[in-house]
């Protein structure tokens, strides 16, 4: 079990990227607050990721990177979402969910 | 200002009562964090399954998910090594995903106003998709607090190395479909989701960032459709909500 050189410089490399891609916000906004426009606009962003990220995921087939309706993922979200509106619990959905794709993925 | 959540998605500490003794912020992380786990177990297991394919070792892929924590980044890193490329033009195209990073983090920056330095220097390592996600959400709903919010943002990177490590020395992953666990993460957004879609401004803005990642993704390589997506949507959001009205 070894670390060889390059691969060490990799994971330095791609570790310090990604956390200063993660701490620079925190270090900027903890020095100077962020300006009324920016932070109302900020207000936006934790909804609109959740859509960018979700959306894309539930119409599109990950292998082929089709878009379409009939896929597994997207007839689960369905019945998933109706429990997430009925219930409001986080649990029942993601089981509803899991339950909900494993026998989508064994009509489609 | 936008009215974030009104409601937490459960187990909000906060609602029970004021004074209810607080549970303690390992349960309460791991409580909010437990599907993030079961997502990124199996992820874990296919990425070190995969590294271990392309001829890493055991301590370079644990190493690596413990300092990257992140899935994206690391599947693309490693299949560009694989694939032999120059180390710098591995990690310049496998950051890129990982640019999305800096709006999350200015997101919950204002959420993160009482910690001090070193937490956040730690907080900061531990911002993913998912673990962001349940954490602004909950605090937006309140009843949330840092440390709580360390426990959501470190419990699944155990679950990640774990993984990982698990999948490069066993060199078996879980098939996929099993036990429905590919859809344990969406299942989760989708409830987070369901918490935040309280008025018509975030309705529009999830639904807008949501189909303009679409097309971004679309015509874009790899993930940047995930950043540009949710810009759109926050600023066609946000300029409804000027244009629409003094009333939230």
């Not at chain 1, 007839?75 to 959905?93: D, G, Q």
């Not at chain 2, 394919?53 to 299949?79: C, D, H, K, W």
């Not at chain 2, 999350?104 to 673990?131: E, P, Q, V």
């Not at chain 2, 960032?209 to 459709?225: D, E």
Request: net charge positive; with cysteine.
């Amino acid at each position: 079990m070894s670390i060889r050189p390059d691969i060490l410089v990799l994971i330095v490399g791609l570790g310090l990227v990604a956390y200063l891609l993660r701490f620079l916000p925190f270090l900027v906004l903890a020095a100077r607050p962020a300006p009324a426009w920016l932070a109302r606009w900020l207000d936006f962003i934790p909804t609109a990721i959740l859509g960018a990220i979700l959306i894309p995921t539930l119409l599109t087939n990950p292998s082929t990177r089709e878009i379409g309706l009939f896929q597994p993922r997207f007839l689960a979200a369905l019945p998933c979402l109706a429990v997430a509106w009925r219930t409001k619990s986080m649990a029942l959905t993601v089981l509803a969910g899991m339950a909900a794709y494993w026998l989508a993925g064994r009509w489609v | 200002m936008q009215k974030p959540l009104h409601e937490a998605v459960d187990n909000d500490p906060s609602r029970a009562s004021p004074a209810r003794p607080s549970p303690g912020p390992l349960k309460d992380g791991f409580l909010a964090a437990w599907p993030i786990c079961l997502s990124y177990l199996p992820l874990g297991l296919a990425f070190g399954v995969t590294a271990a394919q392309a001829g890493f070792t055991l301590l370079e892929i644990g190493l690596m998910s413990l300092i990257v924590y992140g899935g994206a980044a690391q599947f693309i890193a490693v299949s560009m090594m694989a694939g032999q490329a120059p180390l710098p033009a591995v990690i310049a195209t496998s950051s890129l995903v990982n640019l999305r990073y800096l709006l999350m983090s200015s997101a919950l920056a204002a959420h993160l106003k009482r910690l001090n330095k070193a937490g956040l220097c730690l907080f900061a390592s531990g911002i993913t998709d998912g673990t962001f996600l349940v954490n602004i959400s909950r605090f937006a709903a309140g009843g949330w607090d840092s440390g709580r919010g360390l426990a959501v943002n470190h419990i699944p990177q155990l679950a990640w190395v774990l993984g990982s490590v698990l999948g490069a020395s066993l060199g078996q992953a879980v098939p996929a479909g099993a036990a429905g666990l590919d859809f344990a993460l969406p299942a989760l957004f989708i409830s987070l989701l369901v918490s935040q879609a309280k008025s018509p401004a975030s309705i529009l803005t999830a639904i807008s960032a949501g189909l303009a990642a679409l097309v971004f993704s679309r015509v874009l390589p790899g993930q940047a459709y995930v950043l540009l997506g949710a810009a759109a949507g926050a600023t066609l959001g946000r300029a409804f909500l000027s244009i629409g009205g003094k009333g939230r």
